[in-house]
């Protein structure tokens, strides 16, 4: 699934169901420097993209993890030149990220639901850095990318902003154990983005 080209050959042959129903795939993703990978919802229609902001997704090598800027293989990102549309909507995620998973640290579920985030329209709660727009997201504090996956609970890497980092945020770069909320402003984000472009395409 690291091939666009295979991988939109493949979900278009798999899916099933509309614009609201999520395809979750669950394959070898090994190779593909990526943990999880999703598609979003504004590219059902065909559009590239929304705001121009990749998809990237976390990332482990062996016991260590780290951290790539890498376009999903569901066709993520400004640039890509796969297909895009419904044949190609869903969340991929690598086996061993789901519970009983070799991945330590990432082997509770925690991947598909950051993933399902994205696919919910949700960005990276560390997009755009201490920068406006930030996530697009108000109740989520402004913050630079991790520079590593630990849980530190008093990271401030925007100190001029408001707020500490949002490191139990499900759209962060962080060990499973160390997510677990979407923020309400979150929740609203992705019900707007369901109602405009889930919901009109059926």
């Not at 640290?105 to 598909?112: E, K, V």
């Not at 008093?154 to 980092?165: F, I, K, L, V, Y």
Request: net charge negative; charged share 15%.
């Amino acid at each position: 699934m690291c091939n666009e080209h295979t991988d939109a050959q493949l979900k278009t042959r798999l899916r099933q169901g509309g614009a609201t129903s999520l395809n979750l795939y669950v394959t070898d993703m090994s190779q593909c420097a990526v943990l999880g990978a999703a598609s979003w919802p504004w590219e059902i229609t065909g559009r590239s993209s929304n705001r121009g902001i990749d998809n990237s997704s976390r990332v482990s090598n062996g016991s260590s993890s780290a951290l790539v800027n890498k376009s999903s293989s569901a066709c993520t990102g400004s640039g890509s030149s796969c297909a895009r549309g419904l044949g190609v909507d869903g969340v991929t995620v690598h086996y061993d990220t789901l519970p009983l998973g070799q991945l330590q640290g990432y082997n509770t579920g925690g991947t598909a639901i950051h993933e399902v985030g994205h696919w919910h329209g949700l960005l990276h709660v560390f997009d755009n850095g201490c920068s406006e727009p930030g996530d697009s997201v108000d109740d989520t504090p402004y913050c630079q990318p991790p520079e590593d996956e630990r849980c530190q609970a008093s990271r401030d890497s925007c100190p001029q902003q408001p707020g500490q980092d949002p490191v139990s945020n499900w759209m962060g770069y962080s060990v499973d154990s160390c997510m677990s909320s979407f923020s309400p402003g979150q929740l609203l984000r992705a019900e707007h983005m369901w109602r405009r472009y889930r919901l009109p395409a059926g």
